[in-house]
């Protein structure tokens, strides 16, 4: 197993982690309202996201008969601080926060947590609406999770390591989306769930008012989504160490490479957003259960032979 080349930087360079999570994470904000724009017919979209969240900021917030206020506020801010948690373990080039022998897991537990912070969101509001959201979403978990969690065995299986480090280091040769398309596909697949995005949105849908957002407002409303966009770039940049081959590539330094692979990623998940209809959890069940498992476990037997093989 190739050495983990990777240096750990003081805790102080957290803060520029986190700057450039948010500046990432505006990024796919602006670029979804200005596809939602064009999608409408009309020009511009740029200042939306600025305005959107001067308009919450301004609001007034409500609340609702006999809510679980401790758990609905823990469930929104959740999200928001469960996104910065992912970045302590994905390199910039040479450089991360930390660099444990778990940080694949490190990364799998998080996205758990969303389970969690999603459901309470829904049933602290005390509204029919948002409960029936937070079981919608914990209907879509069932089917993304553990072929997302299988996805993300696969490079660790390759590398001989659960450290993201190590996996990175293990690219040398070849990125590890060559040769396991069909682990990075679910992988992608389980980011747009754990971030509530696109096919995974029914939690949020207008037949149910909105669901888990239903009695959101003000300041609430804007932590969660902000949380939603945060945890969708979290998971593309993540994707980056996993499969893309960390910071590698020519002319540009390895931040650099990572900080495109991210946006390249990020876009591309934005833009389907439009493109795959919502997914009915019940629908999903069977395609997540049937096509998705059974595809990503032959994967990684495919990736243990070829380990094996190899020596």
Known sequence: MPESGVVIVAVGWAVLAGILLCALAYVAVTLDAVLSARQLGVRGGWTAPLSRAARLLRQRRRTTVAADTLLWRVGGAGMFIGAFLTVAVIPMGRWVLADPDVGIVWFNVVDVMVWALVWLTGWGANSAHSLVGGYRFLAHGLAYELP????????????????????????????????????????????????????????????????????????????????????????????????????????????????????????????????????????????????????????????SLIVVRGG
């Open 148 to 303: 997302l969690m299988f996805a993300l065995v696969a490079p660790a299986i390759a590398a001989g390591s659960l450290g993201v480090g190590d996996v990175v280091a293990a690219q040398d040769g070849a990125w590890f989306v060559v040769w396991m398309p069909v682990a990075f596909l679910v992988y992608l697949v389980g980011v747009t769930g754990f971030s509530v995005w696109g096919p995974f949105a029914p939690a949020l849908a207008a037949d149910i008012a909105g669901g888990v957002l239903a009695e959101l407002s003000a300041v609430d409303r804007l932590v969660f989504q902000a949380g939603r966009y945060l945890f969708l770039t979290a998971g593309a940049a993540f994707s980056v160490p996993l499969f893309l081959g960390g910071g590698a590539g020519p002319v540009l330094p390895g931040w650099a490479w990572v900080l495109v692979k991210t946006v390249v990623v990020l876009a591309v998940l934005v833009w389907l957003r439009r493109k795959v209809p919502l997914l009915r959890p019940d629908r999903f069940m069977e395609i997540g259960w049937m096509v998705l498992l059974p595809a990503v476990v032959a994967q990684d037997l495919l990736v």
